[in-house]
C-alpha cells in the first residue's frame, strides 16, 4: 500500500499521542470537551417533515445512500478484511463510490467493553498493511485499541463526507449472534442493552458524523421457537415495539438529533382469522398454512397501524428500517419459483409481500423508510437462472421512485448469503454488482455523488460534492435512471483495494488487456483559503515550536512534550502556544490533532480561542 507522506505523517503523530496514554483522545473526542461543540460538527443533523421525508436543517430533503461494512459485531474488534486490505483506502474507496451512509453492525458487548475500558480480545488487523492503525504508527506495528481504532474509522469518515449508523446487531459479540431472536440474550439484559445505547449517543453527542443509531438488527422468531419478538400494546419484556420507545429514548435523552431506525419483526398473527401470538406456527393437519403474515427478520410493520412507535417530543426522528432480500438468500413463496410458468414483478411483489409488510410505510407517507440491508448475487455461479438480479432491479428501481434510503448489503467478501462489493480476500472491487448498485445511489444528472455534509464533499476522487453544493447549485432530485438491465455487462472490470498499484481488467469477448498505474491519492479537498490559528495578545495559538507558523512540526513538538518534557522541553510561551484546541485544559493530544486539521485545512480556525 502506498500512502502520501501527509498520511504518514498523522499517523505518526497519532501514534505518538497513543503511546504517552492519550490514546482514547488522539482523535478529537467531542463527548470530553466541556464548552460548546463547534458548529461545524452540528449542522448535518436530520428530521422527519410532516410529508413524511427525511430533511436537513435547512428542510431540504435528502437521500441517504449507504453499504454495510460488519465486523466489530463478529469479534474482530475491527472491520473485516482489515486482516489483508487498508481500512482508509476501502473507506476511500467507498466514498468515491458514493456511499454517503455507512450501516456498521456493532454489539451491546463490544460497546459495553468500550465504555468500561475493558481490554480487547485478538485484533484481526494486518498490521503490516494498516500502519496508522498501529501504536508505532509503523508497518509491523502494535495495534491500537480498538475503540481508538474506531474512532479514527469515524475521523476518516468525516474527512471523506461519509456519516455514520450504528446498528446494534446482537447483544453478545459472536458471528452467528444475529441468529439469537431478540435484543437480549442470558450475557446481556435489556438493561445492558438501554445502557450501551445511551453512552454509545451520549458519546457522540457533538460530532455529527454518527448521525443515526439501528437500534436492533432484525427482531424475529415464532412461539414455537421458544423466544420471539411480538409487536402489540404490552410492556412485556418481548414486544419489540415497547422496547424499540425504550431505546430510542435512551438515545434521544443524550442526543435528540439522532434519527433513530427501527425494524420490524418476522410475524404478526392473523388476527382476522382468530389467532394470537400464542398460536402454534406449524399446523401439519393444514400444511402450508400458516397461523401468521410471515416476512424476512425484521421486516414485519404490520402491527405499526395499531401500535405504531411513540416518541413523543422526538417523532420527528423516527424511521422504520425493513430488511428484504431475494430468492438466492430464501425461496420465499411471493417468487413463484415453484410454478415456472409464473414469475415476480414489481406489481406481484406489492400484491403479495411488499405492500401489507412494509411499502405502505411509503407509499401512505406514514413514515420515510430505510431499507437497512438488500443485496445479492449477480454471477451465473450463484444465480443461474438470473431471478436473484431480476429481484434486485425490482427492489432498486422500487426504492429509486419512492425515494427509499437504503444501506446496501455488504461491503464484505464474506457474506455467505450474498457476496460483496470487493472479493479476493478483500482485494478487488466487484464492478459488475456496483453497476447494478450505482443508479440507486444519490447523485447528479451529470453524475456527481452527494454527500449528507453540508461542508465536506463526497469523497476524495473529485465526483462529489456537498450538500450545500447540492442545494446551493439549484440541483433537483435525481430522476429515475434509464439503466433497467437484469444482464451483467458485456464489459467487465476489476479494481485492485489495498496494492501499491492498480490493476484494472477489461474483458471483452475473449480478449483480455490488463494495465497497470500508480496509485495516486486525489488532491486534498481545501475547505477554507486561508487557515486562521488565532492570535490572543503574545499567545499565537499552536504555534508550539515558535517558528511563527502553525504546521505538522507544531503538532508533533506537542506530543513529543508530552510524551516526555523532560527530553523535549517547551519554554513557557511554547506552552501558553501548544494549548490551543481548548486552552486553559493544559496540553493534550487534543491540542495536537487541532493543529494537525488546521494545518491540512479540515478546519478554519481553531474552535475554543476567546475572541
Not at 468500550?114 to 495495534?143: A, Q
Amino acid at each position: 500500500m502506498i500512502f502520501t507522506a501527509l498520511k504518514k505523517t498523522v499517523a505518526a503523530l497519532c501514534a505518538c499521542a497513543a503511546v504517552v496514554g492519550t490514546a482514547s483522545s488522539f482523535i478529537k473526542s467531542p463527548a470530553s470537551v466541556t464548552k460548546a461543540a463547534p458548529d461545524e460538527y452540528h449542522d448535518d443533523w436530520l428530521h422527519v417533515n410532516e410529508n413524511a421525508e427525511i430533511v436537513d436543517m435547512n428542510g431540504n430533503p435528502v437521500w441517504m445512500t449507504g453499504v454495510n461494512w460488519f465486523g466489530y459485531n463478529v469479534g474482530s474488534q475491527i472491520f473485516d478484511g482489515a486482516w489483508s486490505a487498508n481500512v482508509h483506502h476501502c473507506l476511500d474507496l467507498i466514498a468515491d463510490h458514493g456511499f454517503n451512509l455507512l450501516r456498521v453492525p456493532m454489539s451491546t458487548e463490544i460497546i459495553l467493553q468500550w465504555k468500561n475500558k475493558k481490554p480487547d480480545p485478538i485484533i484481526k488487523l494486518n498490521e503490516y498493511e494498516n500502519p496508522e492503525l498501529t501504536i508505532e504508527g509503523v508497518e509491523g506495528g502494535t495495534p491500537m485499541y480498538s475503540f481508538d481504532i474506531w474512532n479514527q474509522v469515524v475521523a476518516w469518515c468525516r474527512e471523506n463526507g461519509i456519516k455514520i449508523m450504528m446498528d446494534i446487531h446482537s447483544a453478545t459479540t459472536n458471528a452467528a449472534g444475529h441468529n439469537y431472536a431478540l435484543w437480549y440474550d442470558s450475557n446481556f439484559s435489556t438493561d445492558d442493552w438501554l445502557e450501551a445505547l445511551s453512552w454509545f449517543a451520549d458519546y457522540y453527542k457533538d460530532d455529527d458524523t454518527v448521525i443515526a443509531i439501528d437500534l436492533k438488527n432484525e427482531p424475529h422468531g415464532k412461539t414455537d421457537d421458544g423466544i420471539f419478538a411480538k409487536w402489540d400494546g404490552s410492556t412485556d419484556e418481548n414486544n419489540w415495539r415497547y422496547a424499540a420507545e425504550r431505546g430510542a429514548k435512551a438515545c434521544l435523552d443524550k442526543n435528540p438529533n439522532l434519527l433513530i431506525m427501527v425494524e420490524g419483526i418476522e410475524v404478526y398473527p392473523k388476527f382476522e382469522e382468530g389467532e394470537s401470538w400464542a398460536s402454534h406456527s406449524v399446523d401439519y393437519s393444514r400444511y402450508p398454512w400458516s397461523p401468521y403474515h410471515g416476512a424476512w427478520w425484521g421486516a414485519n410493520f404490520r402491527g405499526v397501524r395499531e401500535f405504531p412507535v411513540d416518541l413523543g417530543e422526538h417523532q420527528s426522528q423516527l424511521v422504520y428500517s425493513p430488511h428484504d432480500y431475494g430468492p438466492e438468500v430464501w425461496k420465499q413463496d411471493w417468487f413463484y419459483l415453484d410454478d415456472p410458468s409464473k414469475t415476480f414483478t414489481r406489481q406481484t411483489l406489492l400484491d403479495d409481500y411488499w405492500y401489507d409488510t412494509w411499502a405502505f410505510l411509503a407509499e401512505e407517507k406514514i413514515s420515510p423508510l430505510l431499507m437497512g440491508e438488500w443485496g445479492g448475487w449477480v454471477d451465473d455461479e450463484h444465480d443461474k437462472t438470473g431471478e436473484n438480479r431480476h429481484w434486485l432491479q425490482e427492489i432498486r428501481d422500487y426504492m429509486i421512485d419512492k425515494h427509499i434510503h437504503h444501506t446496501f448489503w455488504c461491503f464484505n467478501e464474506n457474506s455467505s448469503d450474498t457476496g460483496g462489493l470487493v472479493y479476493d480476500n478483500f482485494q478487488k472491487w466487484d464492478d459488475v454488482k456496483y453497476e447494478f448498485i450505482k443508479p440507486a445511489l444519490w447523485q447528479t444528472e451529470d453524475g456527481k455523488f452527494i454527500s449528507l455534509d453540508h461542508k465536506i464533499p463526497m469523497g476524495r476522487a473529485g465526483n462529489g460534492i456537498s450538500l450545500s453544493d447540492y442545494y446551493g447549485g439549484g440541483q433537483t432530485a435525481p430522476t429515475k435512471p434509464a439503466v433497467t438491465t437484469t444482464a451483467a455487462p458485456d464489459v467487465v472490470t476489476t479494481t485492485t483495494v489495498g496494492s501499491s498499484a492498480e490493476t484494472t481488467t477489461t474483458t471483452v469477448a475473449a480478449t483480455t488487456v490488463t494495465t497497470t498505474a500508480p496509485v495516486t491519492d486525489a488532491p486534498e479537498v481545501t475547505q477554507p483559503a486561508t487557515a486562521d490559528p488565532g492570535t490572543v495578545g503574545d499567545i499565537v495559538y499552536g504555534d508550539a515550536n515558535l517558528d511563527g507558523k502553525v504546521t505538522m512540526g507544531d503538532a508533533l513538538a506537542i506530543l513529543q512534550f508530552i510524551a516526555n518534557e523532560t527530553k523535549y522541553p517547551l519554554s513557557e510561551q511554547a506552552q501558553r502556544n501548544a494549548d490551543c484546541y481548548t486552552p486553559g485544559d493544559g496540553i493534550t493530544g487534543n491540542d495536537s490533532v487541532a493543529v494537525q486539521m488546521l494545518d491540512t485545512n479540515k478546519i478554519s480556525k481553531l474552535p475554543y480561542i476567546p475572541e
